[in-house]
């Protein structure tokens, strides 16, 4: 079964400063990928970055980096130069290795602040 | 381009009743997908259907139902409307709908049952 950890129900972050946001998965599929979604208050879910489980180099897209550490099942996002408009809920999300559907399994997120 | 569109944004309806969500993909794709979110947690799969045919489904039960149209647009129909079936209701597409393809989401759609 697959499934994916947020352990920071909610993360502060001072204006230009750089936040990591936490994400641990359990999978035994040799294959997938991995995504990090944001939210705002509006409910859109917004595409940030992806990484599938056999990229060497870690996913950049931006001021978005993914810190992909596979030996140890985690997938944490990086914001760098936090902004005000980053504030929103921030969803960590596994597409597992099966034929068929291409599903995605979520975390419950964390609420990220961004103070002036 | 127009993203994912959905219809209706707010509906409110009593328990019992049935209620027809509407979604438009991005033009091009061809794979629709279904979520539920419930307040404060993460959304869960409910449907994936590519090319009228439904590839994949989640653990929802049979009140739960989908179908896609030659234009590639889906609707999702709930029966006999549950209080616990209150949630938004998202919508993703993507291009064929392949294993660990990039899924764009739609503004959803936040029913109310009563």
């Known amino acids: 079964a697959q499934k994916i950890t947020q352990t920071q129900p909610g993360m502060f972050v001072q204006e230009k400063e750089a936040v990591t946001l936490d994400c641990t998965y359990d999978?035994?599929?040799?294959?997938?990928?991995l995504f990090w979604y944001k939210q705002p208050s509006s409910g859109e879910m917004i595409f940030l970055i992806y990484?599938?489980?056999?990229?060497?180099q870690n996913a950049t897209e931006g001021r978005y980096s993914l810190n992909f550490q596979k030996a140890r099942k985690s997938a944490n996002l990086v914001i760098s130069a936090s902004q005000l408009g980053d504030s929103a809920m921030y969803f960590c999300?596994?597409?597992?290795?099966?034929?068929?559907?291409?599903?995605?399994?979520f975390g419950t997120g964390t609420r990220l602040t961004v103070i002036p | 381009d127009a993203g994912v569109t959905q219809s209706p944004t707010h509906l409110i309806k009593t328990r019992g009743q049935h209620v027809t969500l509407r979604c438009s993909p991005i033009s091009g794709h061809k794979s629709v997908s279904w979520y539920q979110q419930v307040l404060g947690q993460g959304p869960q799969f409910i449907f994936q259907?590519?090319?009228?045919?439904?590839?994949g489904r989640g653990n929802f039960p049979d009140r739960f139902s989908a179908r896609q149209f030659p234009n590639y647009s889906s609707e999702l129909n709930v029966n006999a409307l549950l209080l616990g079936d209150s949630a938004l209701y998202l919508c993703?597409?993507?291009?064929?709908?392949?294993?660990?393809?990039?899924?764009?989401f739609g503004p959803g759609t936040r029913l109310l049952v009563l």
């Open positions: 999978t035994s599929d040799q294959s997938y990928g």
């Open positions: 993703a597409s993507s291009l064929i709908g392949g294993r660990g393809e990039t899924q764009y």
């Open positions: 999300a596994m597409s597992p290795d099966q034929t068929g559907a291409n599903n995605l399994f």
């Open positions: 259907y590519y090319e009228k045919e439904e590839r």
């Open positions: 990484q599938g489980s056999y990229d060497e």
